[in-house]
Nanobody
Framework: QVLLVESGGGLVQAGGSLRLSCAASGRTFSRYAMGWFRQAPGKEREFVAAITGTGGSPYYANSVKGRFTISRDNANNMGYLQMNSLKPEDTAVYYC???????????????WGQGTQVTVSS
């Protein structure tokens, strides 16, 4: 089992940057693929980015490709989402999630953080 806690959200102007962090409990964090998802008001939760347990093969939603970077530091049980060139449509609650299954099997993500709010003003 792994517990996840996000941080780093906030209010930023369009074009700005934020880095989200995800602190994971447990000694076997590298066994888990990690993903970031987001949910905007009135919308369903959507996939943002994912990375394998070893930190390889990052994959991004088309809407964030080229602007966001997912990474992880297994030695310190941390995951990150660097967000650049932010747009108002990126406004959402961002969630860190983990799965022991294939990292692009989105329904299999069964460990979730509490979420962190990101607000991008125009």
């Amino acid at each position: 089992q792994v517990l996840l806690v996000e941080s780093g959200g906030g209010l930023v102007q369009a074009g700005g940057s934020l880095r989200l962090s995800c602190a994971a409990s447990g000694r076997t964090f590298s066994r888990y693929a990690m993903g970031w998802f987001r949910q905007a008001p009135g919308k369903e939760r959507e996939f943002v980015a994912a990375i394998t347990g070893t930190g390889g093969s990052p994959y991004y939603a088309n809407s964030v490709k080229g602007r966001f970077t997912i990474s992880r530091d297994n030695a310190n049980n941390m995951g990150y989402l660097q967000m650049n060139s932010l747009k108002p449509e990126d406004t959402a609650v961002y969630y860190c999630a983990a799965t022991v299954n294939y990292y692009l099997d989105y329904p299999s993500y069964n460990y979730w953080g509490q979420g962190t709010q990101v607000t991008v003003s125009s």
